[in-house]
């Protein structure tokens, strides 16, 4: 009879052993799953560092986009023509309106008239815009209508590479631009909102100064100047 008690004494105090160790054991992996995993708090910041890492190196590599323009297509050549113009003329009245008459026909105008009458001379000093393609049209029909030439004088500019230049330059801002407002919609905190500000402020400083560069040139392509001067002697008494 002490046989079967000893063993069923065993089989008891085996599964109270089992029972108490299956808890640690179990509490002990759950443990080990939840330091192995970050909080949801510490993946979010490291993904969002990650991103202005990446928007960073993004502005920094902007220039080396738009620093290689394709050379197998380059643009029509940018040039300024500029003339200087004294004619003497018989009969002033006369020689204004047909100048007037000239210009109408070449879509041209006055950009500033100025009329000088003293007991010497009378005087137009005249500055014309015209479209480019007409300004020659302009000097040969000057030439020929039977004023006297004084003075002739005509300069032609190429600013092809400094229109360029200004072009590139101005592509690689509004990229840096671009990328710091992406950066400025991503910032958590007040610093990094001023910080990227104080970037953005010259950006658009400098752009805009750019883009008044650019239309003065292209309004200098454009249209070519002539400043002239015509004017009659009288008889001085």
């Known amino acids: 009879m002490k046989a079967?008690?000893?063993?069923?004494?065993?089989?008891?105090?085996?599964?109270?052993?089992?029972?108490?160790?299956?808890?640690?054991?179990?509490?002990?992996?759950?443990?080990?799953?939840?330091?192995?995993?970050?909080?949801?708090?510490?993946?979010?910041?490291?993904?969002?560092?990650?991103?202005?890492?990446?928007?960073?190196?993004?502005?920094?590599?902007?220039?080396?986009?738009?620093?290689n323009p394709n050379p197998s297509t380059p643009g029509p050549k940018k040039i300024i023509k500029d003339g200087h113009m004294t004619v003497k003329s018989a009969n002033i009245v006369e020689s204004k309106k047909a100048l007037d008459e000239v210009l109408k026909g070449l879509k041209a105008y006055y950009e500033t008239e100025e009329l000088q009458n003293n007991d010497h001379q009378t005087s137009f000093n005249l500055r014309i815009r015209i479209p480019s393609e007409n300004f020659e049209q302009l000097i040969s029909a000057i030439e020929s209508g039977g004023d006297e030439i004084m003075h002739k004088s005509?300069?032609?500019?190429?600013?092809?590479?400094?229109?360029?230049?200004?072009?590139?330059?101005l592509a690689n801002k509004r990229g840096y631009l671009k990328r710091y407002k992406e950066l400025l919609g991503k910032a958590n905190t007040i610093k990094d909102i001023l910080s990227i500000e104080e970037q953005i402020r010259p950006l658009e400083e400098e752009i805009e100064s750019q883009e008044g560069r650019l239309r003065y040139l292209s309004d200098q392509v454009a249209f070519s100047t002539l400043n002239m001067t015509l004017y009659t002697e009288k008889e001085y008494i």
């Open 4 to 67: 079967p008690f000893l063993i069923i004494f065993v089989f008891l105090l085996l599964a109270l052993i089992s029972c108490n160790s299956s808890p640690n054991e179990t509490m002990g992996s759950v443990a080990s799953e939840e330091s192995a995993a970050p909080p949801a708090s510490v993946q979010s910041g490291k993904m969002a560092e990650m991103d202005m890492a990446e928007d960073g190196a993004a502005v920094r590599d902007e220039s080396t986009v738009v620093n």
């Open 154 to 169: 005509v300069q032609t500019r190429d600013v092809t590479e400094q229109y360029t230049d200004i072009e590139t330059r």
